[in-house]
């Protein structure tokens, strides 16, 4: 998959959560929306995008046969399986992310209302 602002590791879980849920919703469009929520993607198109690039390359076959352990506490060997996050967790991480977009909005005007005062301050030279 090409660069940008997504790690790549993060393409591959989000690609792999649609490919294995899509059949639990009524339609795939409506799997790639919940699951570009559920990993903070901001535009389901672009997860859709990767999809069907997946699909088309063969990556998701390759991927999940290919698959390495990740490093979550409670596994007890090379090849055994992550845990699946617990949905308690997933909602306080959901809680989390949220206040930090909000967060980081609130810095965003803080900074462009101190430009604007400081550009007022600055005389023209």
């Known amino acids: 998959m090409v660069s940008g602002p ?4 993060l393409r591959r879980r989000a690609v792999h959560a649609v490919l ?8 795939e469009w409506q799997a790639i929306l919940a699951n570009s929520e559920r ?3 901001r535009t389901a ?3 859709r995008t990767w999809v069907r690039k997946a ?3 063969g990556e998701h076959d390759a991927a999940e046969a290919t698959a390495t352990p990740s490093t979550v506490e409670g596994n007890v060997g090379p090849g055994a399986a992550p845990a699946a996050p617990q949905p308690s967790d997933i909602d306080r991480l959901n809680g989390e992310n949220a206040e ?3 967060t980081i ?3 965003a005007a803080v900074v ?9 301050q600055i005389p023209d030279v």
């Open 55 to 57: 699909e088309a390359d």
């Open 20 to 27: 294995n849920t899509r059949d639990q919703y009524p339609s």
């Open 100 to 102: 930090l977009r909000c």
């Open 45 to 47: 198109e672009t997860l």
């Open 105 to 107: 909005g609130r810095l």
């Open 6 to 9: 997504y790690p790549l590791e």
């Open 112 to 120: 462009a209302l101190l430009a604007d005062e400081l550009n007022r």
């Open 39 to 41: 990993f903070g993607i």
